[in-house]
């Protein structure tokens, strides 16, 4: 057998690696490069397709969310919308009883043609019951408005708080109705019932003294114990110093408050009041009970 040289042996090797890597850059030229390329512009193509489907949703929400707005709006003709509204204001200001009412409106602003906006005011007498009466009814119409900013000065007679109410109404030139206003059903609030809201309107929030303090405000849970293994909540009123030792499924009664109580833990109880239960632990008095979703 003839010996290779050394010079055929390199040559061997040489060509070994050269088709090795030239191999290499062979199938990387014609497969695994347009593979990825094909991976990325398909992954590309969901990319766009995802946001396409991103935008189209987002379409449909603002079409449908304009619906909304355009039965909300107030009426497409800027005089009838401004008289409609002004006296739809009077009328709830009267159904209130807030007293010494005025309300006013200003010129309607053209918002670069896409709507109108008209700026209304109210100044008024009453108390805070009738501002939260007042509060309800305004935000469960179906008129597209937004209350900008209220001025509450206590009189200091009678808990009666002097009054000036700002507020905005919107009109949409697409909207259909010229003659009257929404009767649009909404949802804006948490609780569908006036009386879910009766503690705020009994909280002493203007330092009211004498008269105007309400028993709620004095009512605090001051302990909780157990009484022959069973829990007790006591309540103390402190204008009185009245003690209320209250156990499971007894009657909460103080002022215009009235509940059972539910649940009682080492610092908190719960009582229902109506269809609402209320979280209060040691150390509060009634008009800082906490409202209780309903899956609690």
């Given at each position: 057998m003839m010996k290779m040289s050394r010079q055929t042996v390199l040559f061997g090797l040489l060509g070994v690696i050269v088709l090795y890597f030239g191999g290499e850059w062979l199938f990387n030229?014609?497969?695994?490069?347009?593979?990825?390329?094909?991976?990325?512009?398909?992954?590309?193509?969901?990319?766009?397709?995802?946001?396409r489907e991103r935008d189209l949703l987002a379409?449909?929400?603002?079409?449908?969310?304009?619906?909304?707005?355009?039965?909300?709006?107030?009426?497409s003709n800027t005089e009838i919308?401004?008289?409609?509204?002004?006296?739809?204001?009077?009328?709830?200001?009267?159904?209130?009883?807030?007293?010494?009412?005025?309300?006013?409106?200003?010129?309607?602003?053209?918002?670069?043609?896409?709507?109108?906006?008209?700026?209304?005011?109210?100044?008024?007498?009453?108390?805070?019951?009738q501002l939260l009466t007042f509060l309800f009814e305004f935000y469960h119409s179906g008129n597209l408005h937004q209350i900008q900013r209220i001025n509450i000065t206590?009189?200091?007679r009678n808990n009666q708080l002097d009054l000036d109410i700002a507020v905005q109404a919107l009109i949409l030139p697409t909207a259909t109705r010229t003659d009257r206003l929404?009767?649009?059903?909404?949802?804006?609030?948490?609780?569908?019932?006036?009386?879910?809201?009766?503690?705020?309107?009994?909280?002493?929030?203007f330092g009211f003294t004498g008269q105007g303090v309400h028993e709620t405000d004095q009512t605090f849970l001051t302990a909780v114990v157990h009484v022959n293994d069973k829990p007790q909540a006591w309540f103390t009123i402190r204008s009185t110093d009245e003690v209320k030792r209250l156990s499971l499924g007894d009657q909460l009664a103080v002022g215009s408050f009235h509940g059972t109580i539910q649940d009682i833990s080492d610092h908190d109880v719960v009582v229902g009041s109506d269809s609402e239960r209320w979280l209060?632990?040691?150390?509060?008095?009634?008009?800082?009970a906490v409202a209780l979703p309903p899956e609690f």
């Open positions: 030229t014609v497969f695994e490069g347009p593979r990825r390329e094909r991976a990325d512009r398909g992954r590309e193509l969901s990319r766009r397709i995802e946001q379409a449909m929400k603002a079409s449908k969310r304009l619906e909304t707005y355009e039965a909300q709006s107030l009426p919308a401004i008289s409609f509204y002004r006296s739809w204001l009077t009328e709830l200001v009267e159904y209130v009883k807030l007293t010494n009412a005025y309300v006013d409106a200003g010129a309607p602003l053209n918002r670069r043609g896409i709507y109108q906006s008209i700026d209304f005011s109210i100044r008024a007498t009453g108390t805070l019951q206590p009189t200091g929404s009767d649009v059903e909404v949802h804006r609030l948490a609780f569908d019932k006036l009386s879910d809201y009766t503690l705020i309107a009994e909280r002493n929030l209060l632990t040691v150390g509060e008095n009634l008009t800082q």
